[in-house]
Structure formats: C-alpha cells, structure tokens
C-alpha cells in the first residue's frame, strides 16, 4: 500500500508556470512507475505524463510535450510535473499516480496504475 499526495497547484495566468510534487509513503518508491493525469469539468479524465522507475523513459500527451516535464526523485519519494507555458486549456485537477513493481515502460492508460492522489486543482486563467 502507498499513500500518494500531491502539491503545488494554484491559480496562475496563461503564460505563467507552476510546478506539481507527488510525495509517496511506503518503502519501494524506486520500483514504482509513477504517471501524471488530469481531469476538466465535465471531462474524463486523460493522461498527462509518465515516467518509469528509473527515470529512464518518459511519455508526454502531445497536448503538453514541449510545455511540461516530469522527473522524479527516488530517495525523496517524489515526482514532479513542470508546467511552463500554461494554457487555459490546461485547467484541471491533476492526479498523480503510481503502480508497484512496474519494470516495463510506463503506462499511459489510467488502468495501468493501481494508487492515486486525492488531486490537485490548477487554473489558467486567460
């Protein structure tokens, strides 16, 4: 069992940056693949970012590649998600989240993790 908990959401205007942290309980962080997904009013909810156990690869939805970068701190137990270049569109409530013992490349499907944050609310505005 993890417990996952997710900071760093705010408002901010279109243009701006902010950076999201996901700091994770439990022991085996390291072998976790961790993933960033967000969901707007209304919306389901779709993937974001992912990142592998070592840090080694990396997926971005090509709605955010180029703006966000996600990374990862293995001993601190967190993962982070830089936000630069923000858009209204980008307003959501962003979920970290993570699957144990996950050596294969990170899933870019919410099926394919098992613990979730509570969420963390950002707004763009224009």
């Known amino acids: 069992q993890v417990l996952l908990v997710e900071s760093g959401g705010g408002l901010v205007q279109a243009g701006g940056s902010l950076r999201l942290s996901c700091t994770a309980s439990g022991r085996t962080f390291s072998n976790y693949a961790m993933g960033w997904f967000r969901q707007a009013p209304g919306k389901e909810r779709e993937f974001v970012s992912s990142?592998?156990?070592?840090?080694?690869?990396?997926y971005y939805a090509g709605s955010v590649k180029g703006r966000f970068t996600i990374s990862r701190d293995n001993a601190a137990k967190t993962v982070s998600l830089q936000m630069n270049s923000l858009k209204p569109e980008d307003t959501a409530v962003y979920y970290c989240?993570?699957?144990?013992?996950?050596?294969?490349?990170?899933?870019?499907?919410?099926?394919?993790?098992?613990?979730w944050g509570q969420g963390t609310q950002v707004t763009v505005s224009s």
């Open positions: 990142i592998s156990w070592n840090g080694g690869i990396t």
């Open positions: 989240a993570g699957v144990s013992r996950s050596f294969s490349p990170p899933s870019q499907s919410s099926a394919g993790y098992a613990y």
